[in-house]
């Protein structure tokens, strides 16, 4: 797939697929066992500016395009999906919130922490009762007499991703019966609490937990709950992102097996069946290829991407779903086994029609916008 890049994000994406290759692939199995990533990885991050794609130069950060951003995730997930759920998290979400409506206070105490991985950080909108209906979020927050802009938290927050290694938290709470707005939050205090670890099937040193906030302080990082949730459709794109990496990992690596395993006398490589599904694979990963790069490219043009990013974000990770599927299917019972990272991928894969939106609310967003 041609990936359209200035020459200086070419040199960039360069050193992402070298770092992959030499120091997030070979270790993807030890994370996966560890269901976490070791601690010298965020400032190994923060050297190499993932952790500050996103941000304005202005404000501290890189300034990359959405485009560089999205290729970032794919190569990382290439190497491991939830590593590259991390950073798609940490670079739309958390970031934006120091682009767009921090103060300049809270800049000045976190960003160069956060870009330099010393801060790790996460974005708390789920709950027990809020996940595709995010409106229902029921944590609450008060203000603190005589601490303008501080308030104290109380509620309970679940799926978070890197929740466990987090020291700087965004959550999502509510101040009123009908707004929502989001907050800094500080994990090292006594109202933050982690009340499990959330162990998943796939990407799980993403390092998932639940916890609870009681009377917990936090900092007002002023936004309507739609400026929020407005944040995820840079989001979604890299979630497809992520989705495109692990497809297209998954069929490199069984296009090389289909090359070398032998039946009744011949290669798989030579079988129609297996052709088949080489076929439709490659032709969907096009494909999404195709969304991917047309979501960030509306984006970084300052268009509305509500759409689109649904459009890369649905198509992408059932093609991830049906790529590393096909994958195990060709690799027969050696697919099932961990000797293959094919059957990693394909775990891994799963995430990515759920996070972000499942596919059924990208369909209804693509709906609503197709009718209205």
């Known amino acids: 797939m041609f990936i359209d890049v200035h020459p200086d994000e070419a040199v960039f994406l360069d050193r992402v697929r ?41 404000k501290g950060g890189m300034g990359a395009s959405c485009n560089l951003y999205v290729q970032m995730i794919r190569e990382v997930a290439k190497g491991d999906p939830a590593l590259a759920m991390n950073l798609a998290a940490i670079n739309a979400l958390c970031a934006a919130h120091f682009e767009y409506f921090a103060s300049e206070a809270q800049r000045e105490k976190y960003v160069k922490g956060v870009v330099s991985g010393e801060i790790k950080m996460a974005w708390g909108l789920t709950e027990p009762d809020a996940g595709s209906d995010a409106r229902r979020v029921k944590t609450m927050a008060t203000p603190i007499d005589g601490r303008e802009g501080f308030y104290h938290l109380n509620g309970r927050k679940m799926f978070i991703t890197n929740g ?3 020291d700087l938290i965004v ?7 009908t707004e929502l707005t989001a907050f800094f939050m500080e994990t090292n205090q006594p109202g933050f609490k982690i009340e499990k670890r959330i162990h998943t099937v796939g990407v799980s040193a993403s390092n998932t937990v639940q916890f609870s906030l009681t009377d917990a302080v936090a900092w007002h990082t002023p936004c ?22 692990i497809a297209e990992k998954a069929f490199e690596l069984t296009c090389e097996y289909a090359k070398q395993r ?29 969304l991917l790069a ?16 649904s459009y890369a974000k649905l198509y992408a990770s059932e093609t991830a779903n049906r790529v ?49």
């Open 171 to 177: 959550v999502l709470a509510r101040v009123s019966a």
């Open 224 to 245: 309507s709950f739609d400026d929020a949730i407005g944040l995820l459709y840079r989001g979604r794109l890299g979630i497809a992102g992520m989705a495109v990496g």
């Open 18 to 58: 070298k770092f992959v290759a030499d120091e997030v692939l070979p270790n993807t199995r030890e994370w996966e066992r560890n269901a976490a990533f070791p601690d010298a990885i965020w400032p190994r991050l923060g050297e190499l500016g993932l952790l500050s794609l996103t941000l304005s130069k202005e």
């Open 164 to 166: 466990g290694k987090a």
């Open 324 to 372: 590393t599927n096909r994958a195990i299917q060709i690799h027969g019972g050696r697919g099932m086994t961990q000797e293959f990272l094919v059957e990693k991928l394909w775990r891994d894969a799963k995430l990515t029609e759920i996070g972000e939106g499942c596919s059924e609310i990208q369909r209804l967003v693509i709906a609503k916008q197709v009718l209205r």
């Open 262 to 290: 032998e039946q009744f006398n011949r290669r798989l490589a030579d079988m129609q069946s297996v052709q088949n599904m080489i076929a439709d694979s490659a032709m969907e990963i096009e494909a999404a290829n195709l």
């Open 294 to 309: 047309n979501g960030a490219r509306k984006f970084d043009m300052g268009l509305p991407v509500i759409k689109e990013s």
